[in-house]
């Protein structure tokens, strides 16, 4: 069987024979990998490996940066206070309460208008009457969870990871859950199950497959990784893809990540524009998560 490489701009004919497209009821089949080039079966696509294995190795990861860069601009949906719809400010849990009930998270400013109208004893959002005792959240929780609900499977894991709500600590069954919650399409259990394998929190270290999960979380808009993977560049030397990460993180409102590109500017390893763009997209981001409520609340606080 010829080897020789058929030239890539013909790309309805097999790489490795020549072989047209429909020619003797023969489909051609992309490489998967790269998309470069197409073959009429798995024995052209052997026979050609060695010829096309660098090109194919090259255009894959250009593929993979295309998509770990030009996905996760936006913040996923549940960063969004569900009551006044605005992004909550970074990081959540200083902005925000958790309720079981609808596993939303709800802004303080929202949270403070809320009680004004005095409504103190249920759900901001729901309504449903807040939990006296663990057992009562267990039950709201473990009802979704047999709904395939995949904040509360990964809501579940987190119990098991610290061995809350009464539940005895599990981390088998924490990590089950979070994978399970993972592949449901949640960011948060993709950067909690990251964060465990980057740290071998419950687990056995394994920094690359950590880092691999906040990949997959911050394509899904998961801000928390998205730092992280700009912090797992810088660490290995690699300062502009960490920027661009830190850019996208920072742009959404991340303060860590302005810090972070400050210092690297500061030690010449980021430019004075990409310094400016990060600045005025963290400005702009912050004066999206204000409001008059969110002040207020603020203000209570303090």
Request: proline fraction near 4%.
């Amino acid at each position: 069987m010829a080897t020789s490489c058929v030239p890539i701009s013909a790309a309805d004919v097999c790489a490795s024979c020549g072989r047209e497209d429909g020619g003797d009821g023969v489909k051609l089949k992309n490489c998967t990998a790269c998309l470069l080039v197409k073959y009429c079966g798995v024995d052209c696509q052997k026979a050609h490996r060695k010829i096309h294995k660098k090109a194919c190795k090259e255009r894959a990861a250009e593929l993979k940066d295309e998509r770990l860069y030009g996905q996760g601009h936006e913040r996923p949906e549940g960063d969004f206070c569900p009551i006044c719809t605005l992004p909550i400010p970074l990081p959540t849990s200083d902005h925000s309460s958790f309720y079981e009930c609808c596993m939303k998270i709800m802004c303080h400013g929202c949270l403070v208008a809320t009680i004004k109208r005095g409504i103190n004893d249920k759900c901001p959002f729901c309504r449903t009457p807040t939990h006296k005792v663990e057992a009562e959240a267990l039950t709201l929780i473990q009802t979704r969870v047999k709904k395939k609900d995949p904040e509360a499977i990964k809501f579940l894991g987190g119990q098991y990871f610290g061995g809350k709500l009464g539940l005895e600590k599990d981390t088998a069954r924490a990590v089950e859950l979070l994978t399970e919650a993972a592949e449901l399409g949640s960011a948060e259990a993709c950067y909690d199950l990251g964060a465990a394998y980057s740290r071998g929190i419950g687990v056995d270290q394994d920094v690359e497959r950590g880092a691999r999960l906040y990949e997959k979380a911050a394509m899904r808009g998961h801000v928390q990784a998205r730092h992280n993977l700009g912090g797992y560049e810088c660490d290995r030397g690699n300062y502009g893809r960490a920027v661009r990460h830190f850019l996208i993180s920072a742009k959404n409102g991340f303060p860590d990540s302005l810090k972070e590109i400050k210092g690297m500017f500061t030690h010449g390893l980021t430019t004075k524009s990409q310094y400016a763009e990060a600045l005025k997209g963290y400005q702009d981001a912050l004066e999206e998560m204000k409001s008059p409520e969110r002040e207020e609340a603020k203000t209570l606080r303090t």
